[in-house]
T-cell receptor
Framework: DGGITQSPKYLFRKEGQNVTLSCEQNLNHDAMYWYRQDPGQGLRLIYY???????QKGDIAEGYSVSREKKESFPLTVTSAQKNPTAFYLCASTRGGSSGNTIYFGEGSWLTVV | QLLEQSPQFLSIQEGENLTVYCNSSSVFSSLQWYRQEPGEGPVLLIALYKAGELTSNGRLTAQFGITRKDSFLNISASIPSDVGIYFCAGQRTGGFKTIFGAGTRLFVKA
């Protein structure tokens, strides 16, 4: 079945470390996204990519980095510059850049700073 | 908030009906409703593409407003497993990014 796979589901980070969250999709979607969700809160956009080798900052990009070397993959690195990284991270994708495309989500990754 | 969602919280008895609303001052080309269970990603419930469109999915019914600026989601005969956060989301006409409402947290008492 087609879908979006995020890994790991749970990740613990020591202060000062960088960690990378994986996101792979086999939906043949052009656009991919990373969202952050804090407990009891809505979704905030970190980064998005409309095509391979191109990505744009979202609303809360500071302390994060991404790459888009393959259409299927959009990994997110949480750097040591992100002062409060403990949150639930969601990867998503849409078919293309035109409006009207429904967004599909992975199952999410929990990141905790220890 | 570009998409105003209400109510923010909803606590009902099992078997009751409920309605969640989504409003904006902007025109949207499409609008979707999602449900998120704790610790999981949001799952698409209903997608709306045409002005005035009324769509059902089991006990769920949603409509896209005639002006494309609003929508509602109705759940009939609620059951305990309906609990979660319900989000409306949409793409503005000519826009690319998906815009999300703040979510409605639903509690169903057995």
């Amino acid at each position: 079945d087609g879908g979006i796979t995020q890994s790991p589901k749970y990740l613990f980070r020591k202060e000062g470390q960088n960690v990378t969250l994986s996101c792979e999709q086999n939906l043949n979607h052009d656009a991919m996204y990373w969202y952050r969700q804090d407990p009891g809160q809505g979704l905030r956009l970190i980064y998005y990519s409309q095509i391979v080798n191109d990505f744009q900052k979202g609303d809360i990009a500071e302390g994060y980095s991404v790459s888009r070397e393959k259409k299927e993959s959009f990994p997110l690195t949480v750097t040591s510059a992100q002062k409060n990284p403990t949150a639930f991270y969601l990867c998503a994708s849409t078919r293309g850049g035109s409006s009207g495309n429904t967004i599909y989500f992975g199952e999410g990754s929990w990141l905790t700073v220890v | 908030q570009l998409l105003e969602q209400s109510p923010q919280f909803l606590s009902i008895q099992e078997g009751e009906n409920l309605t969640v609303y989504c409003n904006s001052s902007s025109v949207f080309s499409s609008l979707q409703w999602y449900r998120q269970e704790p610790g999981e990603g949001p799952v698409l419930l209903i997608a709306l593409y045409k002005a005035g469109e009324l769509t059902s999915n089991g006990r769920l019914t949603a409509q896209f407003g005639i002006t494309r600026k609003d929508s509602f989601l109705n759940i009939s005969a609620s059951i305990p497993s309906d609990v979660g956060i319900y989000f409306c989301a949409g793409q503005r006409t000519g826009g690319f990014k998906t815009i999300f409402g703040a979510g409605t947290r639903l509690f169903v008492k057995a």
